[in-house]
């Protein structure tokens, strides 16, 4: 199991023969090797831009009557991977690639977990072992993340949740547009047991989502809950999944080595 301060690389559960390609990854080392400086990058990358993002007044948000929600969270349920380890270089555990890749997809990037999964590991970003386990592949660190998107041309920052990375910081990157991913404990946020040791009797982050959304009571402004794209467990539901406050913080904010990627700049548009 993951230790405190490895890379967050929970294992899909829908792992099959079908990942263990390691062959694939040497054999296209020469077109990997400049992927910063390819056709890829900008193929990646269209869309970021000038993606128009409006709040909604919607009322199926769990207790209040109207809530508003910013990110457009439901719109972009279609474009997420809900599902890691579908690509051909043998990692599984690559849930922080992935969601930087929902990152991107919310502002209709076509970027792929191959590109954000291939990007990673020709620049030793990620954990990686071509015949390793799966699921032991892919793993990522917040500072290996905010590499990866410098990679793809992203600039970002790093939010540790007990320093800078609190709800409010994370509900103003939402609302103004930016791209968030952040680490997570995936036995709180599956409501299971994944065998993570606790330390001092905190949960230990081992685990990253994308946020995709912002509920706030209409009437008040008060925020009521998040909106996540979580590609873990292989579920379409988790496409657009709403935590509320207290479900929020038990996953990330009382969470040991938990924090946030930023985007400096918006990736979407008011």
């Known amino acids: 199991m993951i230790e405190l301060g490895d890379s ?3 294992g899909s559960t829908m792992m099959n023969d079908k990942l ?15 992927i910063e400086n390819t056709e890829d990058l900008d193929r990646m990358n269209q869309g970021v831009d000038g993606m128009a993002l409006e709040p909604e007044i919607r009322n199926d948000v769990p207790g209040c009557d109207e809530a508003w929600v910013t990110g457009e969270p439901h719109g972009s349920a279609v474009k997420m ?12 555990g690559n849930c922080g690639l992935v969601s930087i890749c929902n990152m991107l997809r919310r502002a ?12 990673a590991i020709t620049n030793g970003l990620c954990d990686y072992n071509p015949s390793g386990d799966p699921s032991d592949n892919g793993g990522t660190t917040l500072d290996m993340r905010k590499d990866v998107l410098a990679k793809l041309g992203i600039s970002s920052d790093i939010y540790p ?14 609302d103004s547009g930016k791209g968030v ?4 404990n995936a036995g709180a946020l599956w409501d299971c047991d994944d065998g993570s040791p606790t330390f001092f009797g905190m949960a230990r982050s081992n685990h990253c989502i994308a946020v995709t959304g912002i509920a706030r009571d209409a009437s008040t402004g008060e925020i009521t809950g998040v909106y996540i794209a979580d590609s873990g467990r292989g579920m379409p539901e988790d496409s657009c999944r709403y935590l509320t406050v207290d479900e929020f913080d038990e996953v990330y904010t009382d969470v040991l080595g938990s924090g946030a990627n930023i985007t400096n700049e ?3 548009e008011g």
């Open 181 to 184: 991913v952040i680490s997570v």
């Open 266 to 268: 918006p990736i979407m």
């Open 161 to 174: 949740s007990d320093n800078g990375g609190s709800l409010e910081t994370i509900a103003d990157a939402i």
């Open 8 to 10: 967050s690389g929970m």
């Open 108 to 119: 209709d990037s076509n970027i792929t977990e191959d590109d954000v999964t291939r990007c």
């Open 20 to 34: 263990n390609a390691p062959g694939l990854l040497e054999k296209s080392e020469d077109v990997m090797s400049n």
């Open 81 to 92: 991977d809900f599902n890691q380890g579908d690509n051909p270089y043998n990692a599984a």
